[in-house]
Nanobody, 118 residues
Framework: VQLQASGGGLVHAGGSLRLSCTAS????????MGWFRQRPGQQRELVAT???????TNYADSVKGRFTISRVEALVWTLQMNSLEPEDAAVYFC?????????????WGQGTLVTVSS
């Protein structure tokens, strides 16, 4: 299973970006998907997750009301980020907990950089 993230870039504070993640591979299904981020010198932190039902979400308090995670296709999910703040600047990683024949496993995308200028 591979995850490919895209959509990062440079945006002014108050602006918006939309990140996208596409999963590919064989013989798997997704239990849950999400986005994490890692700011310089800090640990990776949860941003948002979405359960396989496509409706159950969980957001970090810092992004509630500004970010929205959505599943747009079976293997594609997005993170709409509005009202971006300089504190949102980070490398964003998409994530999926996947069912395989051998059991469940976590997968990560390669990371996409989000830069927010003040």
């Amino acid at each position: 299973v591979q995850l490919q993230a895209s959509g990062g870039g440079l945006v002014h504070a108050g602006g918006s970006l939309r990140l996208s993640c596409t999963a590919s591979g064989r013989a798997f299904s997704i239990n849950s998907m999400g986005w994490f981020r890692q700011r310089p010198g800090q640990q990776r932190e949860l941003v948002a997750t979405l359960a396989h039902d496509g409706y159950t979400t969980n957001y970090a308090d810092s992004v509630k009301g500004r970010f929205t995670i959505s599943r747009v296709e079976a293997l594609v999910w997005t993170l709409q980020m509005n009202s971006l703040e300089p504190e949102d600047a980070a490398v964003y990683f998409c994530y999926a907990n996947v069912n395989l024949f051998s059991g469940t496993k976590d997968y990560w995308g390669q990371g996409t950089l989000v830069t927010v200028s003040s």
